[in-house]
């Protein structure tokens, strides 16, 4: 059974850093694309990152949300099964859950499995 | 970035109609277009896929069609389980993104 369980969410000052993880079981982390998707409270969903299965390679990418730009940064390991997400100089409008997502097997961005979320709030 | 637009934002209806929902892209994005139910307090599911093909395991009361920049999605027979958000998603640009969402309601 395909599992994303995602950890590291917390209440953090405006300025301040989180790193939030997802843990993956139930299939070959590495053959899949993965992704970040938010969801602030009471709105719609937010894609914020998407970053191939492997981080090296002429097909490898690492893509982000404008409105995350140079403070947000996706990694991966894919030994561990594990895909992270650091927030780094976080802002009131950053509160959200923050969704790991699987991409299907033949990639294009569309996310067949979900975590159930971690919640991010940033207030002083 | 390219927009999408769902309408209606939010509809009521009772189990057992039908309901379709319309999403418009600001672009044409050929059949890059997915949709998918959040029920409440959980996270997302993905129903359709590139437009009209429906996600394996699901039933056949969920469709989808349309390219370009008009596509609908439709729920025939509808049953207590979707009344929730659905959101369309196009995936054909590197920055991916989402409708505004509808929400589905009980009359």
């Known amino acids: 059974e395909v599992q994303l369980v995602e950890s590291g969410g917390g209440l953090v000052k405006p300025g301040g850093s989180l790193r939030l993880s997802c843990a993956a079981s139930?299939?070959?982390?590495?053959?899949?694309?993965m992704n970040w998707v938010r969801q602030a409270p009471g709105k719609g969903l937010e894609w914020v990152s998407s970053?191939?299965?492997?981080?090296?390679?002429?097909?490898?990418?690492?893509y982000y949300a404008d409105s995350v730009k140079g403070r947000f940064t996706i990694s991966r390991d894919n030994a561990r099964m594990s895909l992270f997400l650091q927030l780094n100089s976080l802002r009131a409008e950053d509160t959200a859950v923050y969704y790991c997502?699987?991409?299907?097997?033949?990639?294009?961005?569309?996310?067949?499995?979900w975590g159930q979320g971690s919640l991010v709030a940033v207030s002083s | 970035d390219i927009q999408m637009t769902q309408s209606p934002s939010s509809l009521s209806a009772s189990i057992g109609d039908t309901v379709t929902i319309t999403c418009r892209a600001s672009?044409?994005?050929?059949?890059?277009l997915n949709w998918y139910r959040q029920k409440p307090g959980k996270a997302p599911e993905l129903l359709i896929y590139?437009?009209?093909s429906l996600q394996i395991g699901l039933p056949s009361r969920f469709s989808g069609r349309g390219s370009g920049t008009d596509f609908t999605f439709t729920i025939t027979h509808l049953l207590p389980e979707d009344f929730a958000t659905y959101y369309c998603?196009?995936?054909?640009?590197?920055?991916?993104?989402f409708g505004g969402g509808t929400k589905v309601q009980i009359k």
């Open positions: 997502a699987r991409d299907t097997y033949h990639g294009g961005r569309i996310f067949d499995y």
């Open positions: 139930g299939f070959n982390f590495s053959a899949y694309s």
């Open positions: 970053m191939s299965s492997s981080s090296s390679g002429s097909r490898s990418y690492i």
């Open positions: 672009q044409n994005i050929i059949s890059y």
């Open positions: 590139a437009a009209s």
């Open positions: 998603q196009q995936s054909y640009s590197t920055v991916v993104t």
